[in-house]
């Protein structure tokens, strides 16, 4: 599986961004794929995520209401929209996929990832 995120940029506080991830290699096998953010000196959190098998999501606290996971009619895209941004939004995202059952917000639960794309908010 190989995971491709764009969309990340430079915002002021308020304004949206769309993240895009690509996946290529996904199969019948494959259960989640979610959006991780890590700031600087900070653990990787989980965003949100969503099951590809059923379609129900799942969103961090701070998140929710805010922040919109959904997959593209191929279900080979996720997107997250993001509106409301807030300076503490401010990290790499990270694209996952995963081939287990788990906790669909935790980084254990995945096994494939992307080389991230910048957000930061102003």
């Not at 290699?25 to 991780?36: C, D, E, I, P, R």
């Not at 700031?39 to 959190?45: F, K, S």
């Not at 191929?74 to 694209?95: G, I, R």
């Amino acid at each position: 599986v190989q995971l491709v995120e764009s969309g990340g940029g430079s915002v002021q506080a308020g304004y949206s961004l769309r993240l895009s991830c690509a996946a290529s290699g996904l199969t019948a096998s494959n259960t989640y794929m979610a959006w991780f953010r890590q700031a600087p000196g900070r653990e990787r959190e989980g965003v949100s995520c969503i099951d590809l098998r059923y379609g129900y999501t799942s969103y961090a606290d701070s998140m929710k209401g805010r922040f919109t996971i959904s997959l593209g009619n191929s279900k080979t895209t996720v997107y997250l929209q993001m509106n409301s941004l807030k300076p503490e939004d401010t990290a790499m995202y990270y694209c996952a996929a995963s081939s287990k059952y788990g906790n669909c917000r935790e980084v254990r639960t995945y096994d494939y990832w992307g080389q991230g794309t910048q957000v930061t908010v102003s």
